[in-house]
């Protein structure tokens, strides 16, 4: 079964500055697909950024970048100029690529960085 | 475009009561479906999940039961709640497309009292 974690329970990062978010995962498949999602006080999830196994360039999504290191099976998450409004909870998530079985589109969640910013 | 209603939002209810919880998906046929269960402190735990009409897969034993009686409905349900059922629970579902990634409803915040 697959696992992911997230050491960092907390993080806090001043307006403006960057800051990254750890994530490491344990599988045996090959392919596969990794997800950051944003959760606010309001609770709903939101996707943040995706990352395919297969692709080796980083995914980007405006000030959201992701260092995807294979090998090593991590998946960081990089906010740049960060806003009061990135304050949130932060989930790693791992999905298998579909190939096992309409069951393996399930996502297996880390518990999660709660990310405060400073003004 | 595809969006996904659950409700309620907020339930408080007493130790051994029933539950139903709702989930609905519009703009889209055949998504696949899931329940997950977020306890505080802790990531999301996936509940249920379903490929179709009927098909039901349980993740993790527990007091709760899932039902999906047409296509875009899933139905999360008990008889008799406990304590330990308390928590926020999402409904989510995806295609079938390899790439895709999964879209939340808002959440129900159940406290067991």
């Known amino acids: 079964a697959q696992t992911v974690t997230q050491s960092q329970p907390e993080m806090s990062v001043q307006e403006a500055e960057t800051v990254t978010l750890s994530c490491t995962y344990d599988?045996?498949?090959?392919?596969?697909?990794l997800f950051w999602y944003k959760q606010p006080p309001s609770r709903q999830m939101i996707l943040v950024i995706r990352q395919e196994a297969y692709k080796q360039q980083n995914a980007t999504e405006n000030r959201f970048s992701v260092n995807f290191q294979k090998a090593a099976k991590s998946f960081s998450l990089k906010i740049s100029d960060s806003q009061l409004g990135d304050a949130a909870m932060y989930f790693c998530a791992y999905r298998s690529d579909g190939y096992s079985g309409a069951g393996s589109y399930q996502l297996t969640f880390g518990k999660g960085t709660k990310l405060s910013v400073i003004p | 475009s595809q969006t996904i209603h659950q409700w309620p939002a907020t339930l408080v209810q007493p130790v051994g009561s029933p539950l139903s919880l709702e989930c609905t998906v519009e703009?889209?046929?055949?998504?696949?479906l899931y329940w997950y269960r977020q306890a505080a402190g802790r990531g999301l735990q996936l509940l249920f999940y379903s490929v179709g009409i009927g098909q039901i897969s349980s993740e993790v034993p527990q007091n709760l039961s899932a039902s999906r009686p047409q296509d875009r409905q899933f139905i999360l349900s008990s008889k008799k709640l406990l304590l330990s059922d308390s928590g926020f629970y999402l409904c989510?579902?995806?295609?079938?497309?390899?790439?895709?990634?999964?879209?939340f409803g808002q959440g129900t915040r159940l406290t067991v009292v």
């Open positions: 703009g889209t046929s055949n998504p696949n």
């Open positions: 989510a579902w995806s295609t079938w497309t390899r790439n895709t990634e999964a879209f």
């Open positions: 599988t045996s498949e090959s392919d596969y697909y």
